[in-house]
T-cell receptor
Framework: NAGVMQNPRHLVRRRGQEARLRCSPMKGHSHVYWYRQLPEEGLKFMVY????????ESGMPKERFSAEFPKEGPSILRIQQVVRGDSAAYFC???????????FGPGTRLLVL | AQKITQTQPGMFVQEKEAVTLDCTYD???????LFWYKQPSSGEMIFLIYQGSYDQQNATEGRYSLNFQKARKSANLVISASQLGDSAMYFCAMREVGSGNQFYFGTGTSLTVIP
């Protein structure tokens, strides 16, 4: 039973480009969460999605960031016009339901040059 | 105020000895969950142990146990018989049922096991 999959594992972008991060939840999980980890810090919640719906986006920056979890396919975290401050590790987690434990993917390390 | 506080940036422990990693939390929600995750140098986040706010007994998972003191709002992780592979960052996290089930993470403790 595969765990949470994230790709790419590493992503390098120049300032102003777009970054697309993908997350495939564990089989049977329909709840997906995105977190950001800045160097030397803990994870910070960004957004919580359930199939086709954004449930809580209180941790998402108001501009340039968006997330989706379509009916078919992985969840996508999209960062437009990246800046150096977006450099971080982005983790996706999934759970069976709201109340269940969240299991994390290996993360995508974004470096903005 | 910080939801999760981990006051030990770095800890050292001798192989085969036990070590306690501290975690305190702040919530007014009567229903919450406490979690510990391990992040080795490879970067992935590995779930270790869970304690629910209504659980009467401390959670245990193999060599991991959670010392849950509700009145003091602490949820310390105890690792017994440390192994070299336990060297990693350890994060304490909390989920408040009343706030959409997002996780709040502490800043982590870096544990180094000395042979």
């Amino acid at each position: 039973n595969a765990g949470v999959m994230q790709n790419p594992r590493h992503l390098v972008r120049r300032r102003g480009q777009e970054a697309r991060l993908r997350c495939s939840p564990m089989k049977g999980h329909s709840h997906v969460y995105w977190y950001r980890q800045l160097p030397e810090e803990g994870l910070k919640f960004m957004v919580y999605l359930q199939k086709e719906n954004i449930i809580d986006e209180s941790g998402m920056p108001k501009e340039r960031f968006s997330a989706e979890f379509p009916k078919e396919g992985p969840s996508i975290l999209r960062i437009q016009q990246v800046v150096r401050g977006d450099s971080a590790a982005y983790f996706c987690a999934s759970s069976l339901s709201q109340e269940e434990t969240q299991y994390f993917g290996p993360g995508t390390r974004l470096l903005v040059l | 105020a910080q939801k999760i506080t981990q006051t030990q940036p770095g800890m050292f422990v001798q192989e085969k000895e036990a070590v306690t990693l501290d975690c305190t939390y702040d919530t007014s929600d009567p229903s919450y969950g406490l979690f510990w995750y391990k992040q080795p140098s490879s970067g992935e986040m590995i779930f270790l142990i869970y304690q629910g706010s209504y659980d009467q007994q401390n959670a245990t998972e193999g060599r991991y146990s959670l010392n849950f003191q509700k009145a003091r709002k602490s949820a310390n992780l105890v690792i017994s018989a440390s192994q070299l592979g336990d060297s990693a960052m350890y994060f304490c996290a909390m989920r408040e049922v009343g706030s959409g089930n997002q996780f709040y993470f502490g800043t982590g403790t870096s544990l180094t096991v000395i042979p």
